[in-house]
């Protein structure tokens, strides 16, 4: 296998076995956190007080969430939405804000479906 096929077969792996982006983006959905960029809460900080969350931890997954393209970061610690965070407003296409929501029916379908 040559380097190059080797790394993009890593990379691939990675996409595939990452838990971390689905849990982010639930935690913003449950947050509310689109609506209140949409709503013109843009600082790190207005997003904190208004989620009841720490002000560090909110913009450290933020920023992860920047590089999966979920959000902007126009300058330091002032974010935006994506076509992407768009979709995970209340008032969103296709209700994907409810269902990602980890309190609400998305999950508890997620929690009570049988297994194999």
Excluded: K
């Excluded at 720490?54 to 974010?79: I, K, M, Q, S």
């Amino acid at each position: 296998m040559s380097e190059v096929t080797r790394q993009n077969s890593d990379t691939d792996l990675r996409a595939l076995t990452d838990l971390a982006t689905p849990f982010a983006i639930r935690t913003v959905a449950t947050l509310q956190v689109p609506d209140l960029i949409a709503a013109g809460m843009s600082t790190v900080e207005q997003l904190a007080v208004e989620t009841g969350t720490n002000p560090d931890a909110l913009g450290r997954l933020l920023r992860y969430l920047v590089h999966r393209e979920v959000f902007t970061e126009d300058e330091p610690g002032v974010f935006g939405l994506t076509d992407i965070g768009r979709l995970l407003c209340e008032d969103g296409p296709g209700g994907q804000r409810a269902w990602l929501d980890l309190s609400g029916l998305g999950l508890r379908e997620l929690v009570s479906t049988p297994g194999p």
